[in-house]
């Protein structure tokens, strides 16, 4: 769907952030589905010991800042084959209920934050994608 | 993200009947007695074999503690090895890949969460286990051939009448 350019071109919208950690969550905006991204802020091919000691404490406060995600919550390395990743550094994925994700995601997703160039393609493919949808119809 | 959803639908719905095209002569293949190593080696964490889905389960001891980082890292450890005797046993062997999903939750702290979940005991018999802390999910074809051959069709019948779909 999205090509390697749209990824690495993607303005970050950050869905939570401690400043005392390494890692921080980001939506998927280029492909849009019901998990966060977790990304170095600092971004390397690949991923350390002490980062992935922070990402397990940024996991468990994410998780309780916001109990509509804290069901079920799954922590998603790829690997192999499976790792074919559209970016050449490293990120891992936090998957969550969908409804919720949806419901925080129609928050921190805004046209506005996106530059004037970029906003109405953008806003065209998330409506194409139907993640608005559900919401206007709801 | 429906039309995504659409899409990996049918994605899966093809690996799944490619993989059971492929039923009896997965089914016949020879023991291979992956895991017999990993099984009794000495530590917090088991495996065990999840049904209806291609995953290998991590199960943590009674009474023993595990921290995330611990699970990570014995979760490479079991790929690493699985794709060695994999390789060696499927010699035609071109892609292998896999996720290392971990159960999570809010916590202050970075123990391991336990989830129930169907595995396959030692006579074939499901039994819903409490114990499961996270699974590595492999391919569809892969994961039948790394079981013990006694429990490889009643997985594949499982596996033919459940929705076979990744979302990790």
């Known amino acids: ?138 | 993200m429906n039309a995504w959803y659409i899409r990996e639908r049918k994605k899966y719905e093809k690996y799944k009947n490619d993989s059971l095209a492929k039923k009896k002569s997965i089914v016949s293949l020879k023991e291979n007695g992956i895991f017999v190593d990993f099984c009794s080696s000495q530590n917090q964490f088991e495996l065990v074999w999840i049904t209806p889905q291609p995953r290998i389960g991590v199960i943590i001891k009674p009474g023993m503690q595990a921290t995330l980082a611990q699970l990570y890292q014995y979760m490479s450890e079991v790929y690493n090895y699985l794709e060695n005797q994999l390789r060696n046993y499927a010699k035609n062997m071109k892609y292998f890949g896999g996720h290392f999903c971990l159960h999570v939750q809010g916590a202050n702290d970075s123990t391991v969460v336990h989830r129930s979940g169907r595995i396959l005991t030692g006579n074939g018999i499901p039994m819903i286990s409490q114990d499961l802390i996270g699974y590595i999910q492999i391919g569809e074809t892969d994961y039948p051939k790394c079981l013990p051959r006694r429990f490889r069709e009643t997985w594949l019948n499982a596996f033919e009448n459940a929705e076979h779909f990744v979302d990790t």
């Open chain 1, 1 to 138: 769907m999205a090509s390697t350019s749209q990824h690495s071109n993607a303005i970050n919208v950050i869905a939570y952030d401690d400043p005392t950690l390494p890692v921080q969550f980001v939506f998927d905006t280029p492909t849009p589905r019901p998990h966060f991204i977790s990304i170095q802020k600092q971004r390397q091919p690949n991923v350390t010991s002490t980062e992935l000691d922070a990402l397990y404490q940024l996991i468990g406060r994410f998780l309780l800042k916001y109990p509509e995600l804290n069901t079920d919550a799954i922590f998603s390395f790829h690997r192999g084959a499976w790792s074919k990743q559209n970016t050449r550094t490293w990120h891992a994925h936090l998957c969550v209920n969908k409804q919720a994700y949806l419901r925080l995601a129609k928050v921190a997703i805004k046209v506005d934050r996106w530059p004037c160039f970029l906003s109405p393609i953008t806003f065209s493919f998330y409506f194409s994608q139907k993640i608005f949808r559900p919401m206007l119809n709801g």
